[in-house]
């Protein structure tokens, strides 16, 4: 703003208006028109980041920077690259399910292996059931069984 009414008023009265020395301004606008070596390095990863979301529209800064490093070389850390794809305005256009809950966990069936059975004695009817889960990435299997003669 200063820029263009500089043309028509002093500068020594606009930075007094604003509030800001004069040195200042004159520092900003060199800034303007020579940018550091820091900021150019910036607006180049910032145009290369673009360039590799045109591509795989659907990867994070992550991904991109994983992408990044392999074909190029170019070595950055993820917040920098956050930072150049938050600049961009960079999101990834991937799919985000809704999540579904796996039927009613409260029902209840009905027993239909006591109701009609004849158990003398135990170990002549024997149930089981199993379930597989993973702890701290080790797979696990866990397999119950359960005499029906101890239910009676």
Not at 19 to 42: C, E, M, N, V
Not at 117 to 139: C, E, H, N, W
């Amino acid at each position: 703003m200063i820029v263009e009414l500089s043309g028509e008023f002093p500068v020594k009265l606009l930075c007094e208006t604003m509030g800001i020395q004069r040195s200042s301004f004159y520092s900003w606008k060199k800034h303007l028109s020579d940018p550091s070596g820091r900021t150019k390095a910036f607006v180049s990863n910032i145009l290369l980041f673009q360039e590799y979301h045109l591509k795989y529209p659907s990867h994070g800064y992550r991904w991109l920077n994983a992408k990044i490093r392999l074909d190029t070389g170019l070595v950055l850390s993820d917040p920098y690259a956050h930072k150049c794809c938050k600049t961009a305005g960079i999101k990834s256009k991937a799919k985000h399910y809704k999540y579904k809950k796996p039927g009613d966990p409260y029902r209840v069936f009905p027993n239909l292996l006591l109701s009609e059975m004849q158990i003398d004695g135990p170990l002549q009817r024997i149930v089981s059931d199993m379930t597989a889960f993973y702890v701290k990435g080790v797979y696990y299997e866990l397999t119950l069984y359960m005499d029906l003669w101890t239910c009676m």
